[in-house]
């Protein structure tokens, strides 16, 4: 199971978005964990993790920083959502009913749909004040954190029954 683990983490890994420094580097940390451990960094560094992986200059920066925030202020509410549809489904355990099921199953997928309407909401915003390659690079970054995740979250949710 580790090694099962291990390699969803590395291949999760491949697609990050690789820095090319003028000289050559050390790998980040984050390329040798584990799903598990790259989750519990990205909730206790997201901002480090995109900060070390964007390669800002400072005019990019003070342009870019106070989007990603309102941008993460803003998901933050259909992310709580979800969260508390998967925590609600957890804590009935096999006793969920249908009609449950498709309640919850209902307010994740609408809290999906207005994620993506804010993420293409500061995407716009993004290519106002970085070139696109730039914008594209985060949106990367932030589609690999969320994809570890998900992953993470349906690793240890267990199937309807």
């Not at 509410?77 to 969920?96: C, I, K, S, W």
């Not at 993506?116 to 004040?129: G, M, Q, S």
Request: charged share 25%.
């Amino acid at each position: 199971m580790t090694r099962i683990l291990r390699a969803l983490a590395c291949a999760a890994l491949a697609f990050l978005p690789a820095v090319v420094p003028a000289q050559p580097a050390a790998r980040p940390p984050e390329a040798e964990m584990t799903s598990a451990q790259l989750l519990a960094l990205i909730q206790s560094d997201r901002k480090g993790l995109v900060s070390r992986n964007m390669s800002l200059t400072p005019e990019e920066s003070a342009k870019f920083w106070p989007i990603y925030e309102a941008q993460q202020k803003e998901l933050a509410r259909p992310e709580q959502e979800r969260l508390r549809a998967v925590l609600d489904y957890v804590n009935t355990g096999a006793q969920v009913t249908g009609a449950n099921a498709q309640r919850l199953v209902q307010t994740i997928l609408d809290a999906e749909q207005d994620e993506v309407r804010i993420r293409r909401k500061y995407w716009d915003r993004l290519l106002k004040v970085l070139p696109a390659d730039k914008a594209a690079r985060y949106m990367q970054i932030e589609n690999k954190m969320r994809a570890v995740q998900a992953y993470e979250t349906a690793r240890v949710m267990p199937l309807a029954r």
